[in-house]
C-alpha cells in the first residue's frame, strides 16, 4: 500500500509511564523530540494543588535500536501521548496526543488517530503567511479513577498568547474535550481561526478521474458538516483541488460545526494498512456566543495522504485590538458515527459520487440522501441550482429497503471554470434533508 514506513516507535518502557503505579485508568507517555516535532514543551504535573516538572530520564524510555542523548526536562519534550483504560476494558489503550504546535487529538475506544484539533490558528491561507501559535508548556492535574483529565495550557506566538483549560473525557463511541480558552492579543488580530481541526483527504468518489489506486478511497475526512445558527443543516463533502479552494459559510450564532468521517466500513476504503474506516469524526459545539463569523474551509491540493490538507475553523468577524482578550468555550466530540445531532424527519447525506456525463466534459453528480422519513406518504420535492453551467438531467431512485433516495443529475459546465451545486429535498415548505453542497471545478 502507498505510504512511508513509520519511524521506529520511542514511548515509556512498560511501567515507566507517569501515573503507572496507580490505579487511576490513565497513564502519561511523555514525548521525545526529533525530526519533526522540534519545538521544545515544558510538561508539568500538577496534584494537591503542587506543580512538578516532569523529568527526563532516558532509562525509562524505549527506543530500539537508538542511542538517545543526555537532556534536560526543558529541552527534551515535544508533548505527551495520554492513554485510558476505556468504559468495560481491560487494559489501557490510546486515548489522547498533544503534539507540534498547537495541536492535539482525541479516540473513542478502539480507533485510529486521525484529524487533528488546533487550540488557536492565527492567518491560515492569508496571503500574509499564516502564523503558528505554539504550546510552550502543558500542566496535566493528576486524575482520579472515573474522572475526567484536566489539561492547562500555554500557547504563544508574535501576535498572541493565549491560555486554555481542556477537560478531556474517554468514551467508548464518543469521547469529548471540553475547552476554555483566552486569547490574548500583542498586535491587532483581524484573522484568527477558533475550533480548528484538520484531516486528509486524497481521493474519493467524487473526484477519482485523477486518480490510479487500487483502493477505493484514501481520507480521513469525508465533509465538512454545518449547523448554522438559522437552523440549516449543511453537508460539504471535501474533495482534493488542483488549487487552493477557500470557502466560507458565513453565520451568527453557529450551532455547531465539524469534519466528519461517515464511511464506516472497510469496502468504503479497501486500505489493508490505514483503515481510514477507524478514524474518528469531530464535531464542535459552541458553549457560548460566537457572534458574527464564518465556518471557513480550506481544501489544499495534495499528492499524499499523509498531508492533512483539509482545513476547518470558526473566523469571528470582528477584529481583537492590540491588547484585548477574547473568551470562548466549546465541547469536542470525537466519535466512531455521526455526532452531529439531526431531528428523524431530517435526512442525511449518506453518499456523493460523481463520473463522466453523457458527453463533451458534461459531469454527472450522484447523491443518496438516507432516512426514514423519506418514505412516508407525501410527496417529496428537490431543490437543485447551479451557480454556473446548467442542469442538463435530473432523475431520482427510491431504495426504501436501504432507506434511500438517490438524486442523479448532470451539469453542463459550458466554458466555466467552477460552479456552486446546492441540492436539498423539502416536503411543502418543511425542510426534509440535509443541504448538500459542492464545489465543482476541473
Known sequence: MPGSRPPKPRRARR???VWADRNTGYVLEPLLRGSIFETPVSLFVVENGVVQPVGYDKSAIAAPGLDLPDLTADTAFSGFRLRA??????????????QGASFFRLVAEGQDFGINARALALRPADSR???FPLFRALFVEAPRAGQPVIVHALAESESATAAFKITLTPGRDVSTAQIDGTVFARAELDHIGLGGMQGSYLFGPLDRNRVDDLRAAAFSVEGLAIHNGYGEPIWRPVHNPEALQVSAFVDRGPKGFGLMQRARAYDD???DRRHWEQRPSLWLEPLDDWNEGAVTLLEIPSDSELNENVFAYWRPKAKLGKGAEMRFQCRQHWSKGWPD???????????????????????????DFEGDALFQPGDIDVDLGASAGTITRQERFRYPDRKTLRILFELDPGS??????RLALRRGQARASETWLFRWTP
Do not use: K, M, Q
Request: charged share 30%; glycine share 12%; hydrophobic share 35%.
Open 129 to 131: 503567511g499564516e502564523e
Open 341 to 367: 445531532p439531526l431531528p428523524p424527519e431530517i435526512a442525511r447525506v449518506r453518499d456523493s459520487r460523481c463520473g463522466h456525463g453523457s458527453t463533451g466534459n458534461r459531469r454527472l453528480f450522484a447523491v
Open 416 to 421: 466555466e471554470r467552477a460552479s456552486e451545486l
Open 269 to 271: 476504503f479497501e486500505d
Open 85 to 98: 483504560r476505556f468504559d468495560g476494558a481491560d487494559g489501557l489503550s490510546n486515548f489522547a496526543l498533544f
Open 15 to 17: 511501567g515507566r509511564a
